[in-house]
């Protein structure tokens, strides 16, 4: 099982793999850079080095990128849209010096210019500056539906991938906690949501998930996020999910609201209820 939380890079990439080693993790998340934006350090090479000896070392997967969430590739306004495709740009192209195949990040509000009009101006970013090159994953991740979010409906996200010139570079990262919200019965129904995201997008689209419990009732189109097994999705549901067969492989990623020590546990109590 590969599995691990959301890390700082802010001491460098050995560090946080460290830091994750020392909680029994096997991958972790990191913002790309400071998570509203902004300018990134540049890249250590020496880090990367010893990073990458580190992954081998301890077999661990493919960690995951999760870009600044400020960022919004639906934005009308001109500034707010350009800072967006600047970003993502030049994240894409860090993340080829960086062992890590996965690039999450938030699709994008319309901020009242409605969805269709969100769709185009994500695609149109996104075939921007894909070249079609990138050895990087780039996944949409399942929103909550909270404000003008795009991306909390299976079908947003398909029509969204629909319009990519290199829409084999396009995933989906799933997060429990926000399809919840969003109004999609994984307690209940988990079956049922897998095999209409199937039907919708394609499971072969769906490459890492997002592993958190949620604070707010089920349908609540609300994002916060609650420890294992402290939230209204609950332990048994959350075993299932880590074992069901079309996501047991997938690597998990905890963003709960813990310390490096509460992490542990429950990777601890994650791996025992795995199978
Ligand atoms: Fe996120
Ligand atoms: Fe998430
Ligand atoms: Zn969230």
């Given at each position: 099982?590969?599995?691990?939380?959301?890390?700082?890079?802010?001491?460098?990439?050995?560090?946080?793999?460290?830091?994750?080693?020392?909680?029994?993790?096997?991958?972790?998340?990191?913002?790309?850079?400071?998570?509203?934006?902004?300018?990134?350090?540049?890249?250590?090479?020496?880090?990367?080095?010893?990073?990458?000896?580190?992954?081998?070392?301890?077999?661990?997967?493919?960690?995951?990128?999760?870009?600044?969430?400020?960022?919004?590739?639906?934005?009308?306004?001109?500034?707010?849209?350009?800072?967006?495709?600047?970003?993502?740009?030049?994240?894409?192209?860090?993340?080829?010096?960086?062992?890590?195949?996965?690039?999450?990040?938030?699709?994008?509000?319309?901020?009242?210019?409605?969805?269709?009009?969100?769709?185009?101006?994500?695609?149109?970013?996104?075939?921007?500056?894909?070249?079609?090159?990138?050895?990087?994953?780039?996944?949409?991740?399942?929103?909550?539906?909270?404000?003008?979010?795009?991306?909390?409906?299976?079908?947003?996200?398909?029509?969204?991938?629909?319009?990519?010139?290199?829409?084999?570079?396009?995933?989906?990262?799933?997060?429990?906690?926000?399809?919840y919200s969003a109004g999609y019965d994984i307690?209940?129904?988990?079956?049922?949501?897998?095999?209409?995201?199937?039907?919708?997008?394609?499971?072969?689209?769906?490459?890492?998930?997002?592993?958190?419990?949620?604070?707010?009732?089920?349908?609540?189109?609300?994002?916060?996020?609650?420890?294992?097994?402290?939230?209204?999705?609950?332990?048994?549901?959350?075993?299932?999910?880590?074992?069901?067969?079309?996501?047991?492989?997938?690597?998990?990623?905890?963003?709960?609201?813990?310390?490096?020590?509460?992490?542990?546990?429950?990777?601890?109590?994650?791996?025992?209820?795995?199978?």
């Amino acid at each position: 099982m590969y599995i691990g939380c959301h890390l700082s890079i802010s001491n460098g990439f050995t560090k946080a793999a460290q830091a994750a080693i020392s909680i029994g993790a096997n991958t972790f998340q990191f913002f790309t850079r400071n998570p509203r934006g902004g300018k990134a350090k540049d890249l250590d090479f020496d880090d990367i080095e010893k990073l990458k000896e580190i992954m081998k070392k301890y077999k661990f997967g493919s960690l995951l990128a999760h870009a600044p969430y400020t960022l919004n590739l639906a934005s009308y306004k001109e500034n707010v849209y350009d800072f967006a495709k600047t970003i993502f740009k030049n994240d894409l192209e860090r993340l080829e010096k960086i062992p890590c195949n996965l690039y999450n990040f938030h699709p994008g509000n319309h901020t009242g210019k409605g969805e269709e009009y969100g769709i185009d101006r994500i695609a149109a970013i996104l075939n921007d500056v894909i070249t079609g090159n990138e050895n990087t994953m780039i996944l949409l991740e399942t929103m909550s539906g909270k404000g003008t979010e795009i991306g909390y409906t299976f079908e947003q996200l398909k029509k969204i991938i629909d319009k990519i010139k290199y829409s084999e570079l396009i995933g989906v990262c799933l997060d429990t906690c926000h399809v919840y919200s969003a109004g999609y019965d994984i307690v209940n129904n988990l079956d049922n949501v897998i095999e209409h995201f199937d039907n919708i997008v394609g499971i072969d689209k769906l490459k890492a998930i997002h592993l958190n419990d949620s604070m707010k009732e089920f349908g609540s189109k609300k994002d916060r996020h609650a420890g294992i097994g402290e939230g209204t999705i609950g332990l048994e549901a959350i075993t299932k999910i880590i074992n069901h067969p079309q996501l047991r492989d997938l690597p998990f990623f905890l963003e709960t609201p813990n310390d490096l020590d509460g992490h542990k546990y429950e990777i601890e109590l994650l791996r025992e209820l795995g199978s």
